[in-house]
């Protein structure tokens, strides 16, 4: 096949993955739906709206054609499994599980299509190419999406020290527990602020603060705040005063900090074992054995 015809194909090919990806970024209308105002406003904030990927698919009918490919090759990731990953990562703007697996779609199509361009002067090429091309496409949204998650908890993991301690002034001072929760939201900034300022939103349209404090451990996987968020439900459920509850979850979480550094402390000679004896050692030895390996070869071989 002439060289041309292949850069032609090549560039109709990108250019048609960037006129796809352009329209699966593309925000979409929101459809009127029937519950109360303060509701929408939260879902369509976090993006937890299911029924936004319906007018997506009546206006582009391919769109639904590869959200449904990528649901096919993988069965076992339900809606419910691929939303509770997205509130891990902090629910992307505009980004749904509809989307998401469009998405996957997307890559398996154009970096297969890529990967047939790059192989096709082979037969054998031409199929390995397609396949790993189409698996890098499929599974890179996966992976994105589980970097962003493990990146964002463990953003709250060091936050929440620091946060809780906040807390527990706030209600030894006089505050309600829903007045300090708001101040820690005000005063703090990252992902451990937003959960609480969800959580305090959910309450206010009429959610209890068990259900609100159950759902932000379930969108998280930090065991502390998970255990934190158990002890407040637990609190409120049997009357004990949340003061002490705090108190005692404040001096938890410092010990476990503690630990966590001396725990990362002590895997620092065996992270830096490695570098040292690669890169450190070889230069040392010439610098130092250099000079006798000289004098040696001078001595004995007359160079």
């Not at 519950?35 to 007018?55: C, L, N």
């Not at 790993?132 to 463990?154: E, T």
């Not at 006089?174 to 939103?201: C, H, I, K, M």
Request: glycine share 10%; aromatic share 6%; hydrophobic share 50%.
């Amino acid at each position: 096949m002439p060289n041309s015809v292949i850069v032609v194909a090549g560039a109709g090919a990108i250019g048609l993955a960037i006129a796809m990806l352009v329209l699966v970024l593309a925000p979409v209308r929101a459809e009127q739906r029937g519950p109360s105002a303060a509701v929408e406003a939260i879902e369509r904030h976090y993006g937890q709206r299911r029924g936004t990927e319906t007018g997506a698919t009546r206006q582009a009918p391919w769109l639904g054609w590869l959200r449904n490919l990528a649901a096919r090759l993988s069965p076992s990731l339900t809606s419910g499994r691929l939303q509770h990953r997205l509130d891990l990562a902090g629910n992307p703007a505009r980004w749904t599980p509809d989307r998401f697996l469009a998405a996957k779609g997307l890559g398996l199509v154009v970096l297969g299509m890529l990967g047939a361009l790059y192989g096709l002067h082979s037969p054998t090429l031409l199929v390995l190419f397609t396949a790993i091309g189409g698996a890098i496409g499929f599974f890179l949204p996966d992976v994105l999406l589980y970097n962003a998650g493990v990146k964002r908890q463990q953003r709250i993991q060091l936050a929440l020290p620091d946060a809780l301690d906040m807390l527990t002034v706030c209600v030894e001072a006089g505050l309600g527990f829903d007045a300090a929760l708001a101040q820690v939201a005000r005063n703090t900034s990252g992902p451990l602020a937003a959960e609480f300022a969800r959580a305090l939103q959910e309450m206010q349209i009429g959610k209890s603060r068990a259900d609100a404090l159950r759902g932000a451990a379930q969108r998280s996987s930090v065991p502390e705040f998970r255990a934190l968020a158990s002890a407040l439900v637990q609190a409120g459920e049997l009357g004990v005063a949340v003061a002490a509850v705090l108190r005692e979850q404040s001096k938890d979480m410092r010990l476990k900090r503690r630990q966590h550094a001396e725990e990362r402390a002590q895997q620092v000679p065996v992270k830096i074992l490695f570098p040292m004896v690669f890169c450190l050692f070889p230069g040392m030895f010439v610098v130092i054995i250099g000079p006798g390996a000289i004098r040696i070869a001078t001595e004995f071989f007359h160079y």
